[in-house]
Antibody, heavy 120, light 111 residues
Framework: QLQLQESGPGLVKASETLSLTCTVT??????????WAWIRQPPGKGLEWTGS???????YYNPSLKSRVIISLDTSKNQFSLKLSSVTAADTAVYYC????????????WGKGTTVTVSS | QSALTQPASVSGSPGQSITISCTGT?????????VSWYQQHPGKAPKLMIY???NRPSGLSNRFSGSKSGNTASLTISGLQAEDEADYYC???????????FGGGTKLTVL
């Protein structure tokens, strides 16, 4: 059974870089059937797509974050990562790593989520 | 402001049916059958309930169904149960500059 687990600092200072890693177990991130995505949810608010990456390394980002976000793959460790630079309080959120269908775009496996707070 | 529009809240009594709408544009819901729905209980990760407008993941109750007409997709829950009380989000592929868009979410209250 495929499982995803987020890891990384729960507290990041404003203007610094948020870095999270998602470890995938029970399946390979090298599958050509899926994207690997990050979704975030600010406190009390809705879901926001951050970006998705394909096993080839092609990545797609939310334009509202595009200049600050990088998603990468480490196939040797079966992990993918999120880096978000120049963070502000608005980046405080629960961050979920997700498996996303490459052909149909739905998100069928979610990590439990990790809370990241940006402090001033 | 979310790209897809959902009602902020809906409610129903146990045993009743409710429908949650999700309105987009010709760049997303109106053109592509890549609409999905997610259920989220407080403090939990979202769970896929419907994909490709009408399909249910294996093992999911057939009380949940999806449909689409024009630029509006809908999630219907029949035979409401207390455990259906949750937030529900729609999502769609979009041909605009993003890959996918979400609705703002709908809080379902079972009275």
């Amino acid at each position: 059974q495929l499982q995803l687990q987020e890891s990384g600092p729960g507290l990041v200072k404003a203007s610094e870089t948020l870095s999270l890693t998602c470890t995938v177990t029970g399946g390979s991130i090298s599958s050509n059937d899926y994207f690997w995505a990050w979704i975030r949810q600010p406190p009390g608010k809705g879901l926001e797509w951050t970006g998705s990456i394909y096993y080839s390394g092609s990545a797609y980002y939310n334009p509202s974050l595009k200049s600050r976000v990088i998603i990468s793959l480490d196939t040797s460790k079966n992990q993918f990562s999120l880096k978000l630079s120049s963070v502000t309080a608005a980046d405080t959120a629960v961050y979920y790593c997700v498996r996303q269908s490459y052909f149909y775009y739905y998100m069928d496996v979610w990590g439990k989520g990790t809370t990241v707070t940006v402090s001033s | 402001q979310s790209a897809l529009t959902q009602p902020a809240s809906v409610s129903g009594s146990p045993g009743q049916s409710i429908t949650i709408s999700c309105t987009g544009t010709s760049s997303d819901v109106g053109t592509y059958d890549y609409v999905s729905w997610y259920q989220q209980h407080p403090g939990k990760a979202p769970k896929l309930m419907i994909y490709d407008v009408i399909n249910r993941p294996s093992g999911l109750s057939n009380r949940f169904s999806g449909s689409k007409s024009g630029n509006t997709a809908s999630l219907t829950i029949s035979g409401l149960q207390a455990e259906d009380e949750a937030d529900y989000y729609c999502s769609s592929y979009t041909s605009s500059s993003t890959l996918v868009v979400f609705g703002g979410g709908t809080k379902l209250t079972v009275l």
